[in-house]
T-cell receptor, first 109, second 117 residues
Framework: DQQVKQNSPSLSVQEGRISILNCDYT??????FLWYKKYPAEGPTFLIS?????DKNEDGRFTVFLNKSAKHLSLHIVPSQPGDSAVYFC????????FGGGTRVLVKP | KAGVTQTPRYLIKTRGQQVTLSCSPI?????VSWYQQTPGQGLQFLFE???????NKGNFPGRFSGRQFSNSRSEMNVSTLELGDSALYLC????????????????FGEGSRLTVL
């Protein structure tokens, strides 16, 4: 029972362009959403979050959009940089934090 | 402030053995969560402890167990290891339990990579 899904396992984008990562969830009780970034041999690190009462949150090059009616959120990275190459996990918080399967992003110079 | 510390970082076991992994949370954090990361499966929730009590448990067999001590340090144990248990086991700590209005972040350790032969 995957309550949080990231349907794109990988994404390749040119440096300077926009990266768009998508995440779908099924549980309407989730009230807080987070994105984490993970480099190989390191633990995931927090990137950005959004409360269910908002539809957008921005932090520098990173913007998260939430569409509650569609149970969908997305992460936009603009402009993409080679250092953004990593695996990105979408997480949704109810009584615990549930993560999606991850999207591997490769930013090409 | 020291981060989340997990030991050991790497270990190799054979089928049928058991393993214990340790996690020391950030000082002052009382909540510890455990996740299993495997290729293609993302981060699968194992269990979460807060003030020595298991609050939530994921869909893993009873071979997976854990506990939390009074100093908030946590251990997880996997008995009768199977090949499919090979994974990166991640521990995360937070000041409050995830959910229930908590809007902070989890702080992850670097993980313990278990290989079962």
């Amino acid at each position: 029972d995957q309550q949080v899904k990231q349907n794109s396992p990988s994404l390749s984008v040119q440096e300077g362009r926009i990266s768009i990562l998508n995440c779908d969830y099924t549980n309407s009780m989730f009230d807080y959403f987070l994105w984490y970034k993970k480099y190989p041999a390191e633990g995931p690190t927090f990137l950005i979050s959004i409360s269910s009462i908002k539809d957008k949150n921005e932090d520098g090059r990173f913007t998260v959009f939430l569409n509650k009616s569609a149970k969908h959120l997305s992460l936009h990275i603009v402009p993409s940089q080679p250092g953004d190459s990593a695996v990105y996990f979408c997480g949704a918080a109810g009584n615990k934090l549930t993560f999606g399967g991850g999207t591997r992003v490769l930013v090409k110079p | 402030k020291a981060g989340v510390t997990q030991t050991p970082r790497y270990l190799i076991k054979t089928r049928g053995q058991q393993v214990t992994l340790s996690c020391s949370p950030i000082s002052g954090h009382r909540s510890v969560s455990w996740y299993q990361q495997t290729p293609g499966q993302g981060l699968q929730f194992l269990f979460e402890y807060f003030s020595e009590t298991q609050r939530n448990k994921g869909n893993f067999p009873g071979r997976f167990s854990g506990r939390q001590f009074s100093n908030s340090r946590s251990e997880m144990n996997v008995s009768t290891l199977e090949l499919g248990d090979s994974a990166l086991y991640l521990c995360a700590s937070s000041s409050e339990p995830p959910g229930q209005g908590y809007t902070g972040e989890l702080f992850f350790g670097e993980g313990s990579r278990l290989t079962v032969l």
